[in-house]
């Protein structure tokens, strides 16, 4: 009974990190396969489960609609949803834009809010 008890504990937490289906196919339509891996990360999913992190996923995209950079903020801390986390995910956006703009040879759009947890608010870059 006891192992019976952590069974259903670890399915029940996995279950809690994973990204919906719809979530992952709208994902996976306009997401590059490595913006497409950190948005499904555990790291990133566990954060959409809970209230307080209000995780938000950015990307900035290349002319071709295929290259993009992609990263994340979300507060540890007790809090709703704020500008704060959309404007620290678009900070770092756009701080790591320089390295990959040199290191590829290609300029990238703006930063714009991919996601807000799992509801994606943009699907326009492929």
Do not use: H
């Amino acid at each position: 009974m006891k192992y019976l008890g952590i069974a259903l504990i670890a399915v029940v937490v996995a279950g809690c990190s994973t990204v919906p289906v719809a979530v992952n196919e709208q994902a996976g339509r306009t997401l590059s396969p490595q913006c497409r891996d950190l948005f499904a990360s555990e790291n990133y999913q566990r954060k959409t489960q809970f209230y307080y992190a209000s995780p938000v996923f950015t990307i900035a995209v290349a002319e071709n609609k295929t290259d993009m950079i992609c990263s994340y903020a979300a507060q540890d801390y007790l809090s709703a949803y704020s500008e704060s986390n959309s404007s620290l995910a678009l900070d770092r956006c756009e701080a790591a834009k320089p390295v990959w703009v040199y290191q590829n040879k290609t300029e990238l759009g703006a930063c714009q809010v991919f996601a807000v947890g799992n509801k994606i608010m943009f699907e326009d870059a492929r």
